[in-house]
């Protein structure tokens, strides 16, 4: 190639630049092309977070590509681009648009859309970036490298910008790995690069007419042409577009092979009859049809020891073998090296100048003894290898599998949407040195490994996944996936991995949609608790292998296509990499393992209270392990600006407090993982934890004689989790770290977000013999409060069915004609249960009409525990557009900001009211409910349907929302 992309402006928040370069290993990947073809310097990647920075950047600055996010500021992407058209003419401009919604904003800006060279949508696969450069160097090449090194040309006629968003990747990697088989099989060098450069370029038309201009200009050096049916001819969709072009180059060129994919099956009559190959876009196989079709259709040293005579003693590749061995050479090998500054030398060739620099001035006679260079030599490149990595994502390395703050990439691939947040917020933390800043507590992540979705894709490819799962049960899918064979690589690295950790291990999942702001997926895939404590290698590795299996089962579970669907998504456009994280806690009793405390904490309150404000955040704690926290089930709740201030009266805390908790289990060593998550975990009593000792810093005691409560925990009396001496006493800042952590994270994302962590208060070696806390993941929130206000003076009581200020949702929806709610006197909370199946019937036959509606019932909805409400998972009502909790007697139950159920509502702005049973303000109309005509009555359910939609409005500023009758 003439010319490449060597300088890139990258104009986007922080944390999006961070997932690019980290998650997606951009630079590594185009500098693994380069070095096997002995090419020159890879591309340079600059970041700035706003569009006036990038003007700033351009004028001081040359750059070959720049690429900008959609919200950069106010001077935004349309002028941005014609800014940088009038500085240079030729520098291509892409867009790259975090949500799909935002492509309207293309489509309508026609002026704006002329100085960007082409949109694609970020779909949370890092090799999209890859395939951008890479198109972008096609475009810059095809004319000069076809005219000389006849190069091939491959068109694509696509319009959808989600479609080829996915595709251009796709066609890339397939064009890549043939290239590098090719490549492999030279053994010139002159013959290597030019293999390289007569990879086939790729171009993208969005029209007939450029596709045509493309073809008319580069027809004899085409080597295919893949096309959809139905884009614009002139300025007006043809739905036969594709064939009229299909027509139009065969007339010219029969022989030449063509694709014509589209989303109608039909067409693949059409196809047969102009005798093409056809490809199914709504195929669960398009992708691998792809590569099938283009297979079959398109083809520095080690450190040398010696003696003083030179003779060889052993040899070192890198510094982890340089650790090793130099402990173990003979004096006179140590001294032979030491004098000639052989050390310092190796180390500059592989480009460790700043351990050199610290090594080459030193001699000899500098150390008391030999053993203290020894041991010096060690320690040096010990530190500062781990200092080069703290923070980082590093490749396989069993000698820091241990370490902290680092994360350990077990095989290639896009690290999931957990896993970018884990990374980022490690690499954020560190940079800022937070594990310091508190003297006696120590912060940190967690030993993490993680697995990338290249391992997924290599697993559900080898094993036939697709094929062998079609029309299976649950059940079924799990044992098909656990009869799958995992690479060979991945399974030699997990026995080096246990050789080395011995504490109890989870293993969660990390897909590409989980997690992020535009796609919510919190709490729909597996997580799994392991001992990790059988004295068999053997069984521990198949236990931890069947959770690595049954998370990837978990995308093509019912419950996760679901909701997929409900999304848009396919689940062959899902990907899964899977964290293998250090469970964070300590042996409590003969058998139980848990932290003191586990959470999470929003930077955004939905339902703030008294001085409160919407921005002081919100806490969720409890004793034990995450689960009670994300599932719903009772835990305490606490602003972290305010932690001394009781959200509830001692009454209400004492009704509300935690009465069960989550351990896992060390007794249980020998177990069938597909019996369910919670196979190794057992349900504690406080009661229990009393009995372990656990209680110290975080109960306090019911005085029944003055019904009050007390901190003194000799005082006679109900144990009750408060957290009293951490929030008030501050015995652990633990407020402090969360509203710091939070305020961190917003700032970095550039929305509110959403973090969980555990505290482990027992002192331990690993972490300077301080309590610690941990951790365990960052996502986005979701929050809109800038579009919608309500003005309640023009609000008619007598016209409302509902109204409240605990809303969650910002506008108007105002297409809802039905209302499923829960009969008020039917409602048993034993049988609550029963009252989940009959609401999913209701909901599947609201799908099947293709409506949204809104749902009332009692309780809090989506929690786990069926005592606190109806235990629904999110499938089981995903067509509701607004939920509504209502209160009950002797059924008050607060509202949970911390479940995975919470999040994805959040995500997804879903219309979430809650009514309390006793209030002065909120209200929902029951007695006009009951009276309107019924549709469908079940045992517990009613649904209603109007001939006029009601109208929903949401003041996400205040928390108002009203549902007009």
């Not at 086939?200 to 027809?219: C, F, G, R, T, W």
């Not at 003693?313 to 030491?338: G, M, Q, R, Y």
Request: glycine share 6%; proline share 4%; hydrophobic share 40%.
């Amino acid at each position: 190639m003439q010319k490449r992309v060597e300088d890139i402006l990258l104009v986007s928040t922080f944390y999006d630049a961070f997932i690019f370069e980290q998650d997606g290993r951009l630079t590594e990947q185009i500098f693994g092309e380069y070095e096997q073809l002995n090419l020159s310097t890879a591309p340079h990647i600059t970041s700035v977070p706003t569009g006036r920075d990038a003007i700033n950047k351009l004028k001081e600055q040359s750059f070959d590509l720049v690429i900008t996010m959609m919200r950069i500021g106010e001077v935004g992407p349309f002028q941005l681009a014609k800014e940088t058209k009038k500085l240079y003419p030729n520098l291509p401009v892409l867009l790259l648009l975090n949500v799909a919604s935002d492509y309207v904003i293309w489509e309508n800006n026609p002026e704006g859309k002329k100085y960007i060279d082409d949109v694609f949508l970020w779909n949370g696969d890092t090799k999209l970036f890859l395939a951008m450069v890479k198109n972008v160097e096609d475009k810059m090449n095809v004319e000069f490298d076809t005219a000389l090194g006849l190069v091939r040309v491959i068109l694509i006629v696509e319009d959808s910008v989600h479609y080829y968003s996915l595709f251009l990747p796709s066609l890339y990697s397939v064009i890549m790995n043939q290239t590098q088989k090719l490549i492999e099989e030279e053994v010139s060098d002159i013959n290597k690069q030019l293999r390289m450069r007569i990879r086939p370029k790729v171009l993208l038309a969005h029209s007939y007419d450029e596709a045509m201009e493309i073809y008319n200009k580069y027809q004899e050096y085409f080597l295919c042409v893949i096309s959809d049916v139905r884009y614009k001819i002139g300025e007006e969709i043809d739905p036969r577009a594709g064939i009229k072009l299909i027509q139009n180059i065969k007339a010219t060129n029969n022989d030449l092979p063509i694709i014509l994919q589209s989303s109608e099956a039909e067409n693949e009559i059409l196809a047969k009859e102009l005798g093409v190959h056809f490809l199914n876009k709504n195929s669960k196989h398009l992708f691998s049809d792809l590569r099938k079709y283009m297979v079959y259709n398109l083809g520095f040293g080690n450190f040398v020891f010696r003696d003083k005579n030179g003779n060889v003693i052993d040899e070192a590749a890198n510094i982890v073998e340089f650790e090793e061995k130099i402990l173990k050479i003979p004096e006179e090998s140590l001294i032979f090296h030491s004098r000639f500054n052989h050390f310092s030398n190796w180390l500059i060739a592989h480009g460790e100048v700043q351990i050199a620099k610290k090594i080459r001035p030193l001699k000899v006679e500098d150390f008391a003894s030999r053993q203290d260079l020894r041991e010096f030599l060690y320690q040096v490149f010990r530190t500062v290898r781990i200092e080069k990595n703290k923070g980082k994502i590093i490749n396989f390395d069993a000698a820091s599998l241990s370490e902290m703050n680092q994360i350990i990439r077990l095989t290639d691939g896009s690290l999931g949407g957990k896993g970018r947040g884990l990374a980022f917020l490690n690499a954020l933390l560190c940079t800022m040195d937070y594990e310091n800043k508190f003297e006696n507590v120590a912060i940190a992540l967690p030993s993490t490994a993680i697995i990338g979705t290249a391992e997924f894709d290599q697993f559900v490819d080898n094993n036939d996944i697709l094929q062998k799962i079609a029309g299976k049960k649950d059940e079924e899918i799990d044992k098909i996936f656990i009869s799958g064979k995992l690479s060979d690589q991945l399974i030699k690295r997990l026995e080096i991995y246990l050789d080395v950790i011995k504490y109890p291990i989870a293993v969660r999942s990390s897909s590409l949609l989980e997690d992020s702001q535009a796609q919510p997926l919190a709490g729909v895939y597996r997580t799994f608790m392991l001992p990790n404590n059988h004295p068999d290698k053997e069984i521990r590795l198949r236990q931890l292998t069947d959770a690595i299996k049954l998370v990837f089962s978990s995308v093509y579970l019912s419950d996760a296509r679901t909701f997929l669907e409900s999304l848009n998504f396919k689940a062959e456009e899902e990907k899964m990499a899977v964290i293998i994280q250090e469970t964070v806690g300590s042996i409590q009793g003969d058998h139980y393992y848990y932290p003191h405390i586990s959470g999470v904490a929003q930077s955004y309150n939905f339902y703030p209270m008294a001085h409160m404000k919407h921005t002081d955040g919100i806490a969720n704690i409890a004793l034990g392990l995450g689960k009670s926290v994300v599932e719903g089930k009772l835990n305490f709740r606490f602003c972290p600006r305010y932690p001394e201030t009781d959200v509830l009266t001692p009454e209400e805390m004492l009704r509300s407090s935690q009465k069960k908790f989550f351990a896992l289990d060390l007794s249980k060593n020998d177990f069938d993982l597909t019996k369910g998550e919670e196979i190794t975990l057992e349900n504690l009593s406080i009661k229990d934890a009393d009995e372990q000792g656990t209680l110290k810093y975080i109960a306090s005691v019911w005085d029944y004689e003055n019904n009050r409560l007390t901190d003194n925990l000799e005082a006679k009396g109900l144990k009750v989790i408060t957290f009293s001496s951490i929030l008030k006493y501050n015995y652990f800042p633990l407020a402090k770290i969360i509203s710091e952590l939070l305020e961190i994270g917003e700032i970095a994302l550039g929305i509110p977000v959403e973090i969980e962590f555990a505290v482990n208060l027992n002192v331990t070696s690993s972490y300077n013999n301080k309590p610690t806390f941990y951790i365990l993941q960052i996502r986005p929130l979701s929050v809109n409060v800038d579009a919608y206000r309500i003005d309640t003076s023009q609000l008619i009581k007598e016209e409302l069915l509902m109204y409240t200020e605990h809303g969650m949702g910002n506008g108007i929806i105002n297409d809802l004609t039905d209302i499923i709610y829960l009969d008020p006197s039917k409602f048993d909370k034993t049988r609550t249960q029963e009252m989940q199946e009959e609401i999913e019937k209701f909901n599947n036959k609201m799908a099947e009409r293709g409506k949204r509606y809104i749902l009332i019932g009692p309780g809090r909805w989506g929690s786990r525990d069926r005592f606190l409400g109806i235990p629904v998972r999110w499938p089981q009502i995903n067509r509701a557009k607004v939920i509504l909790e209502t209160g009950l007697p002797d059924f008050i139950v607060e509202a949970s900001q911390g479940t995975h159920f919470f999040h994805n509502l959040v995500a997804m702005n879903i219309g979430y009211f809650t009514i309390p049973y006793i209030s002065q303000t909120d209200f929902v109309d029951m007695d006009w409910l009951l009276k309107q005509p019924i549709s469908e009555r079940g045992d517990f359910f009613v649904h209603l349907e109007f001939s006029k939609p009601l109208i929903v409005r949401m003041d996400g500023k205040t928390g108002l929302a009203v549902i007009h009758k």
